[in-house]
């Protein structure tokens, strides 16, 4: 967890759920299939590489979006026998073919675009139409409004793979952006410019691909939730026992992601002579108002010592 949660997000039901993992996935697939026919007939009447490149980008998302629909379903199967802490990091994996898939489109267009420059091909290139410039412009438009809902139904539902997905619309609007330069400059003149878009294009594409194949490997491992995500929690905890009057200290946090998923092991402190009763019923009230509010996180161990018991201590 690189960013403090907010602890005001809403809490959704699993219907609610389903609900927005259907419709993200519709607004995906349905407005990536549209634009991506849109874009190439506009490459191609307009003889513009940069959106012909573009239009292989968008048609790549179409498949990212399947990807991250496929890998949340999977991720949210219940645990059983073969998998007792369950399903999440599939997520991770979905993630990770997400980044594949855009290595691929983004190395494929490259490669064209180099070629194209080096042979000298562009000479011979005609003058980009207007359709080409149009097509740039209402993809910008277009792809920068399903970054921002993806990217917002992605946090209410705390979604790698929807976040990667969101960020992938994001990666087409600016490699739009690109292919509105390069299709401008062309159109002025400068027909080289149109395949230099491409290549824009091109590692605009690869550094979204890596950022997102970062951070599912990092979520894979099993990675520390983070210093001020776990000082953000011991205080909830020291709040939540002073206003229930418990006398408790807490000597050790450790934390790890798993998926989407939290898991915490806390290690608190209380009176030695007090009953095993009822330092177990305190351990399970410091449990279940960490699961309360933090709804990310899966599974609490909550370990009890003794009070004095030598430990570094969080402060």
């Known amino acids: 967890m690189t960013e403090k949660m907010n602890r005001n997000d809403e809490v959704l039901a699993g219907k609610q759920t389903e609900k927005i993992i259907k ?3 519709a607004v995906g697939v349905a407005g990536n299939v549209v634009l991506s026919a849109f874009k190439l007939i506009a490459g191609i009447t307009g003889r513009s590489n940069a959106m012909i490149s573009d239009a292989i980008h968008s048609l790549s998302d179409v498949f990212a979006t399947l990807i991250a629909y496929i890998g949340l379903k999977i991720s949210e199967r219940e645990p059983d026998k073969e998998h007792p802490y369950g399903h999440e990091r599939l997520e991770c994996i979905a993630s990770m073919l997400l980044a594949v898939i855009l290595f691929g489109t983004g190395i494929s267009i490259g490669w064209e675009c180099v070629q194209n420059i080096v042979s000298g091909e562009y000479l011979a290139n005609e003058e980009p139409g207007r359709i080409a410039l149009a097509a740039a412009v209402i993809s910008i438009v277009s792809k920068e409004a399903m970054y921002h ?5 992605a946090k209410r ?3 790698g793979a929807f976040e990667a997905d969101a960020w992938h619309h994001r990666s087409d609007a600016m490699s739009s952006v690109g292919a509105l330069a390069g299709i401008g400059a ?4 400068f027909p080289v410019m149109d395949s230099v878009a491409g290549l824009i294009i091109c590692m605009v594409i690869l550094y979204v691909a890596a950022k997102i194949m970062i951070e599912a490997v990092r979520k894979m491992l099993d990675t520390s939730a983070g210093e001020e995500y776990e000082e953000e929690l011991c205080s909830s905890v020291r709040a939540f026992a002073e206003k229930n009057s418990i006398d408790t200290g807490i000597d050790s946090i ?3 992601t798993f998926g989407e998923k939290v898991y915490v092991d806390m290690e608190i402190s209380l009176d030695g002579n007090m009953s ?3 330092a177990h019923d305190i351990s399970e009230k410091i449990h279940d108002h960490i699961e309360k509010a933090f709804p990310e996180v899966k599974h609490v161990m909550v370990h009890i010592n003794p009070s004095g018991y030598s430990y570094s201590v969080r402060s």
């Open 157 to 159: 539902i705390r979604s």
């Open 23 to 25: 419709d993200t996935t």
């Open 149 to 153: 809902y993806t990217l917002h139904q």
């Open 186 to 189: 062309a159109r002025l003149g």
């Open 276 to 278: 095993l009763k009822d």
């Open 254 to 256: 450790v934390t790890r």
